[in-house]
């Protein structure tokens, strides 16, 4: 390509948020010399208004080229391409019109990203943007002065269903879960058993996959084979659940998440290029997620501790 990495781009007191990018032809290619990208921030959940929205693309078509990617991997707003001149400008708007801050780069705290959790989803097992926001406030400093050997991601999702991949992404991952029982409605389960409500929200309504078989379709797709029939009565055996979330997915009307919950935390998931994907091993099987969060911040500044003394 005929992109290259220039010297360290940024504003005035952070270390991080900008990526320094120019082209290696700028007498060739002058309108992107520079095409610095920046990382904003996100919202918790990625709410927006539609109004909002419209303010960031105007700031964007007036100062940068009025690329954005919506949202990055890392979960931020990313609004690619844009010269040194303008960083200070829109940095300012930024904060002080719109409101919003610059998100990570380079070996600091990339910007934590949550899913939309409790605001729509019931299955939420704590609150992924309060714990994603008070983690963003806490640590301000590891996110904008990059101090770590290497990047480091928080990402949070309200159960196993991971909506943001938090599993695979991020090097501390927090995964809602419970540690009673699975909420059983026996009603609901006949009503499902007997063809009343379909499966899966309606999702594969329109296949034509026969009447639903809670052998088939449950029982035989749970991983730790804990689930069967007495009589008409759904059992469960719960310590041997995963919470893999397959049974309420698919019947959410007659099975709910447990009523005592926290989240897991795992940690190390990384895509090195070679080895391919691996996911985060468990640390902390169950903790709390209640303001303000001191157990959980113990764990993460005891791995920073060690980190910053021992990672290379
Ligand atoms: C020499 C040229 C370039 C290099 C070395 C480079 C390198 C990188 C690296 C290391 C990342 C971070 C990957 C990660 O950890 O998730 C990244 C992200 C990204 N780059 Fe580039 N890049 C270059 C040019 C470009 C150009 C020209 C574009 C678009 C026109 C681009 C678009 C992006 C986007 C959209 C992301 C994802 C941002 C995010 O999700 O946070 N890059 N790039
Ligand atoms: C047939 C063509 C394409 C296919 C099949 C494809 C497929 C994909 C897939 C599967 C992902 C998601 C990766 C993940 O999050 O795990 C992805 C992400 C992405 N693609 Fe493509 N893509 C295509 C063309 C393009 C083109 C032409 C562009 C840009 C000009 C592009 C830019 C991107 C970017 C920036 C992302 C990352 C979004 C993010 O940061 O989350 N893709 N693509
Ligand atoms: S991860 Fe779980 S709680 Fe969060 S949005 Fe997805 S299904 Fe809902
Ligand atoms: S959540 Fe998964 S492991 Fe637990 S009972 Fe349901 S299907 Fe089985």
């Not at 290619?29 to 960031?56: C, D, W």
């Not at 729509?120 to 994603?132: I, M, V, W």
């Not at 050997?149 to 928080?154: D, G, L, N, T, V």
């Amino acid at each position: 390509t005929h992109w290259k990495h220039g010297g360290i781009v940024g504003v005035f007191g952070y270390g991080g948020g900008v990526i320094g990018r120019y082209c290696d032809q700028p007498q060739k290619f002058p309108g992107v010399a520079h095409f610095h990208t920046m990382r904003i921030n996100q919202p918790s959940g990625k709410f927006y208004t539609a109004e909002y929205l419209r303010k960031l693309c105007d700031l964007w078509d007036f100062r940068g080229s009025g690329i954005t990617n919506m949202h990055g991997s890392t979960g931020d707003i990313i609004f690619l391409g844009t010269t040194t001149p303008q960083l200070e400008e829109i940095f300012y708007e930024m904060t002080h019109t719109l409101k919003q801050d610059l998100g990570g780069s380079g070996s600091n705290l990339r910007t934590p990203s949550d899913c939309i959790g409790s605001a729509r989803c019931e299955f939420a097992c704590y609150d992924t943007h309060a714990l994603c926001y008070h983690l963003t406030q806490e640590y301000q400093d590891e996110l904008h002065r990059p101090a770590f050997p290497y990047k480091f991601k928080f990402k949070f999702d309200g159960c196993p269903n991971c909506c943001v991949a938090s599993i695979a992404r991020a090097d501390m991952s927090y995964i809602g879960t419970w540690r009673d029982d699975i909420r059983i409605d026996q009603e609901a389960v006949a009503a499902y058993i007997g063809g009343e409500i379909p499966p899966n929200g309606g999702a594969h309504s329109g296949r034509d996959w026969g009447p639903f078989d809670i052998q088939s379709e449950i029982f035989d797709n749970c991983p730790t084979d804990c689930m069967w029939m007495e009589g008409d009565k759904l059992m469960i055996d719960n310590k041997e659940c995963t919470r893999c979330m397959h049974c309420i997915n698919a019947m959410p009307r007659a099975l709910r998440i447990g009523n005592d919950r926290g989240l897991s935390i795992l940690v190390g998931a990384k895509a090195p290029i070679l080895d391919g994907a691996q996911m985060g091993s468990m640390l902390v099987p169950f903790i709390k997620a209640e303001e303000p969060y001191d157990a959980i911040k113990e764990v993460i500044e005891g791995i920073w501790d060690w980190w910053m003394e021992e990672g290379k």
